[in-house]
T-cell receptor
Framework: AQTVTQSQPEMSVQEAETVTLSCTYD???????LFWYKQPPSRQMILVIR??????QNATENRFSVNFQKAAKSFSLKISDSQLGDTAMYFC??????????????FGKGTKLSVKP | KAGVTQTPRYLIKTRGQQVTLSCSPI?????VSWYQQTPGQGLQFLFE???????NKGNFPGRFSGRQFSNSRSEMNVSTLELGDSALYLC??????????????FGPGTRLTVL
């Protein structure tokens, strides 16, 4: 069975500093996709960043970047220059490429990130 | 472009009743997925519909069912409600055509409370 593990239930960071959220996953698939989603207190889930397993280059989106280690099955999220608006639950998610569908995400339990002024 | 909308936003039911939740995807999206979010179990995949056909199904009992209409709107139904069905039910839509470029966009959710 495919699983996603986030070992940090809660983290905090000072505004403008950098924080890294950890995620490990388990799969026997070779072709899959990994995501970080953000769920602010308003509850709307927002995609932060995605990574295709076949791409060796780590994905980057503005202040957000990932460290994808395929052999270690690790997918961490780094947030640079943290802002108060980054306060949210962060979920790591996985899906394999069954029939082109990405509609069956497997989520980790989440990491609650608090950015302090 | 309007985002994913879910109705109702809040719902209170009693044990044994049934409930229907609705999800309207982003215009042009043909895939709709449903997830259950609870404090204990986290986010769990329920099912995915694409062009009116169920494409994937999670590990939930048969009391949970869904359907998709020709305009891509989707409904999920839970029959014989149990206390443990209290949760935030999230709907997500995507184009559903190519995994390499597909991205799921989530709605605000429906908060179901079973008394």
């Amino acid at each position: 069975a495919q699983t996603v593990t986030q070992s940090q239930p809660e983290m905090s960071v000072q505004e403008a500093e950098t924080v890294t959220l950890s995620c490990t996953y388990d799969t026997s698939e070779n072709n899959y996709y990994l995501f970080w989603y953000k769920q602010p207190p308003s509850r709307q889930m927002i995609l932060v960043i995605r990574q295709e397993a076949y791409k060796q280059q780590n994905a980057t989106e503005n202040r957000f970047s990932v460290n994808f280690q395929k052999a270690a099955k690790s997918f961490s999220l780094k947030i640079s220059d943290s802002q108060l608006g980054d306060t949210a639950m962060y979920f790591c998610a996985f899906t394999s490429n069954y029939g082109g569908s990405q509609g069956n995400l497997i989520f980790g339990k989440g990491t609650k990130l608090s950015v302090k002024p | 472009k309007a985002g994913v909308t879910q109705t109702p936003r809040y719902l209170i039911k009693t044990r044994g009743q049934q409930v229907t939740l609705s999800c309207s995807p982003i215009s042009g999206h043909r895939s709709v997925s449903w997830y259950q979010q609870t404090p204990g179990q986290g986010l769990q995949f329920l099912f995915e519909y694409f062009s009116e056909t169920q494409r994937n199904k999670g590990n939930f009992p048969g009391r949970f069912s869904g359907r998709q209409f020709s305009n891509s709107r989707s409904e999920m139904n839970v029959s014989t409600l149990e206390l443990g069905d209290s949760a935030l039910y999230l709907c997500a839509s995507s184009l559903g055509l190519a995994a390499d470029t597909d991205t799921q966009y989530f709605g605000p959710g429906t908060r179901l409370t079973v008394l």
